[in-house]
C-alpha cells in the first residue's frame, strides 16, 4: 500500500533520497496561526484552497459554542483560523457549523478522507486517517506553510512495518485495547522510521470506527503512518458521504480503490504478529503509552526491569503517577473520567460506553466530549446523551477537550484520570495530572466504580 500511494504522489525526486509529494487534502485546525501568518509575510497565497479544510478544535470550548467565553489566548486562536481561513477561501467547518469537531474525526465522517490519498494535517495524530487506506502523517509548522503555498511536500519514504493481528476479540475487548496491547509488545519506539499496515483477521473483523482508533495511536508507538487496506467495509463507511464520488464517479473511485491493497508477493522490512486471544482490557499505568497491561495485572516492580536504564524509566513513572510496585490494577482508585478526544469520541464508542452505564451511577466526576457536532446530534437522536445525563456525566460541545489540556478543560494536580484520549505524558492533561488510557468502555466501568475496573465484570447480557 505504502509503495504505491507513494509512487502516485511522487512529483521529483532528490540525490539525497527525499521526494517531493503531492497532497490531496489538507488539513488545518486553531493552531495554524503561524503557517498562515508566514504566507503573509513572503506574499503568497494558499496554492490549492479547494484541498484545504479548516475547523477548530484544539482550543474551543466545549461547555458552549460562544467563543466568547473563553480565556483570550484561546479565543484569539479560533478568530484567527475563521480570518485565515475566509481570506484564503479555505472551506472551514466553525463553531456555528454543526459539522465542526476534532479534525481526525470530520475528516472521516464527510468522507473528505479517502483510500488512496495522501493527508497532512499540522498534528501527530493524522495517521487515524489511514485506516481509510490513505497514506496520511502529521508535520510542523514550517511544513504546513510549505503545503499551504505549494500543495506540496518535501518527504524520506519510510520503512515498511505490518503488523498483524489475528482472531477475534473476547467481549469487553475493544480496538483501543487492541492499539494499546500493540504499543505493550512493540515499544513507543518500536515502529520508528517505518509506515505500519494492520492486518490479519482480527482489523477484517473490526469496524471502521474501530480501524480509525488503532490508527490514531500509530504515532504512540514511533511510527510515520498508519494503515488499513481498504475493503468492503470502508467503502460502505463512506458510501454516500457529502464529499464521497457520487454516481459514475464512485464507480470509477471503487476500481481504483480495490487496486490498493498489498500484493501478495509483497515484502515488508518488518514483520509483528498478535493473536487476538492473547488481548484484554488495556490500561496504561505510567507516563507513556508503551507502560500498559492488562486489567487483570499488577504495576509492575522496577527490581525486575531487564537493564538500568528501564528500572530508571519505571521508577519515574511511577513516582509522577505514585504508585507501588505490586499494586493490583483494580485497587487503583481514580478521581475523574474523560471519553473524548480524537482517538475514542465517535458514535461506536459513546454507545460501547452508554451500554455499561446505563442504570449506574457514576461516582466521580465524568465528562462525556463528543468528536463533532454530527456525533453529538446522533448521539442524542439515539438518547444516549439522556443515558449519560442520568448516570451524572457532563454532557459537552465538540472538542479536543481534556485530551490536550490547552482550552480549559483540565485534570487537576495530583488527580487521577481514565481517560479515552491517547497520550499518558507528563502533563499531558494539566500540570501533575495522573492519567490512565483505557477504552470507552473500560472509562465507562471506572466512572460508575471509582476506580480501575474490569469492564468484563460489569458486563450485561
Known amino acids: 500500500?505504502?509503495?504505491?500511494?507513494?509512487?502516485?504522489?511522487?512529483?521529483?525526486?532528490?540525490?539525497?533520497?527525499?521526494?517531493?509529494?503531492?497532497?490531496?487534502?489538507?488539513?488545518v485546525h486553531d493552531g495554524s496561526a503561524n503557517a498562515f501568518r508566514k504566507l503573509k509575510e513572503k506574499g503568497l497565497s494558499v496554492r490549492r484552497p479547494e484541498n484545504t479544510f479548516a475547523t477548530p478544535d484544539h482550543y474551543v470550548p466545549t461547555t458552549s459554542r460562544d467563543a466568547a467565553t473563553q480565556e483570550p489566548h484561546r479565543?484569539?486562536?479560533?478568530?484567527?483560523?475563521?480570518?485565515?481561513?475566509?481570506?484564503?477561501?479555505?472551506a472551514q467547518f466553525g463553531l456555528s457549523d454543526r459539522r465542526q469537531g476534532i479534525v481526525h474525526v470530520i475528516g472521516p465522517e464527510q468522507a473528505l478522507t479517502q483510500p488512496?490519498?495522501?493527508?497532512?494535517?499540522?498534528?501527530?495524530?493524522?495517521?487515524?486517517?489511514?485506516?481509510?487506506?490513505?497514506?496520511?502523517?502529521g508535520?510542523?509548522?514550517?511544513?504546513?506553510?510549505?503545503?499551504?503555498?505549494t500543495q506540496a511536500l518535501w518527504q524520506t519514504k519510510p520503512k515498511t512495518l505490518r503488523i498483524t493481528v489475528d482472531g477475534t476479540l473476547a467481549p469487553g475487548v475493544h480496538a483501543k485495547d487492541v492499539i494499546l496491547a500493540i504499543i505493550a509488545t512493540i515499544g513507543a519506539a518500536g515502529a520508528t522510521g517505518h509506515a505500519i499496515e494492520y492486518a490479519g483477521s482480527t482489523l477484517r473483523q473490526m469496524s471502521t470506527e474501530g480501524r480509525l482508533t488503532v490508527c490514531n495511536m500509530s504515532i504512540e508507538a514511533g511510527a510515520r503512518a498508519g494503515m488499513v487496506a481498504p475493503d468492503d467495509a470502508t467503502f460502505a463507511y463512506l458510501h454516500g458521504k457529502p464529499y464521497a464520488p457520487k454516481g459514475p464517479d464512485w464507480d470509477k473511485a471503487l476500481a481504483y480503490w480495490r487496486s490498493l491493497v498489498t500484493d501478495a508477493?509483497?515484502?515488508?522490512?518488518?514483520?509483528?504478529?498478535?493473536?487476538?486471544?492473547?488481548?484484554?482490557?488495556?490500561?496504561?499505568?505510567?507516563?507513556?503509552?508503551?507502560?500498559?497491561?492488562?486489567?487483570?495485572?499488577?504495576?509492575?516492580?522496577?527490581?525486575?526491569?531487564?537493564?538500568?536504564?528501564r528500572r530508571e524509566a519505571i521508577e519515574r513513572a511511577l513516582a509522577y503517577m505514585d504508585l507501588k510496585p505490586g499494586t493490583a490494577l483494580t485497587d487503583i482508585a481514580i478521581d475523574r473520567?474523560?471519553?473524548?478526544?480524537?482517538?475514542?469520541?465517535?458514535?461506536?464508542?459513546?454507545?460501547?460506553?452508554?451500554?455499561?452505564?446505563?442504570?449506574?451511577?457514576?461516582?466521580?466526576p465524568a465528562m462525556v466530549v463528543p468528536?463533532?457536532?454530527?456525533?453529538?446530534?446522533?448521539?442524542?437522536?439515539?438518547?444516549?446523551?439522556?443515558?449519560?445525563?442520568?448516570?451524572?456525566?457532563?454532557?459537552?460541545?465538540?472538542?479536543?477537550?481534556?485530551?490536550?489540556?490547552?482550552?480549559?478543560?483540565?485534570?487537576?494536580?495530583?488527580?487521577r484520570c481514565a481517560s479515552t484520549s491517547n497520550r499518558n505524558f507528563v502533563g499531558r492533561q494539566g500540570k501533575g495530572a495522573r492519567t490512565h488510557l483505557v477504552s470507552p468502555a473500560m472509562a465507562a466501568?471506572?466512572?460508575?466504580?471509582?476506580?480501575?475496573?474490569?469492564?468484563?465484570t460489569l458486563m450485561r447480557p
Open 1 to 27: 500500500m505504502l509503495e504505491k500511494i507513494w509512487a502516485s504522489h511522487a512529483i521529483l525526486a532528490r540525490p539525497d533520497g527525499a521526494t517531493l509529494l503531492h497532497v490531496d487534502r489538507h488539513f
Open 75 to 90: 479565543r484569539q486562536m479560533v478568530v484567527d483560523l475563521d480570518a485565515n481561513a475566509r481570506e484564503s477561501g479555505v
Open 116 to 137: 488512496g490519498m495522501l493527508i497532512v494535517c499540522g498534528d501527530s495524530h493524522t495517521a487515524t486517517h489511514g485506516a481509510l487506506g490513505a497514506l496520511a502523517f
Open 139 to 149: 508535520i510542523g509548522a514550517s511544513e504546513v506553510a510549505h503545503v499551504l503555498a
Open 265 to 309: 508477493e509483497a515484502r515488508f522490512d518488518r514483520e509483528v504478529a498478535l493473536d487476538a486471544a492473547g488481548i484484554a482490557p488495556m490500561v496504561t499505568w505510567g507516563t507513556s503509552p508503551e507502560s500498559a497491561a492488562a486489567i487483570t495485572g499488577r504495576v509492575p516492580d522496577p527490581a525486575q526491569a531487564p537493564d538500568a536504564a
Open 337 to 364: 473520567v474523560f471519553l473524548g478526544s480524537c482517538t475514542n469520541s465517535r458514535i461506536e464508542d459513546l454507545r460501547v460506553a452508554a451500554k455499561i452505564v446505563d442504570g449506574r451511577k457514576a461516582v466521580v
Open 371 to 415: 468528536g463533532s457536532g454530527l456525533v453529538k446530534a446522533q448521539a442524542e437522536a439515539e438518547g444516549l446523551d439522556a443515558v449519560f445525563k442520568a448516570a451524572g456525566f457532563e454532557w459537552r460541545e465538540a472538542g479536543c477537550s481534556m485530551c490536550v489540556g490547552m482550552n480549559g478543560d483540565l485534570v487537576g494536580p495530583g488527580e
Open 445 to 456: 466501568a471506572a466512572a460508575v466504580t471509582g476506580k480501575l475496573t474490569d469492564v468484563r
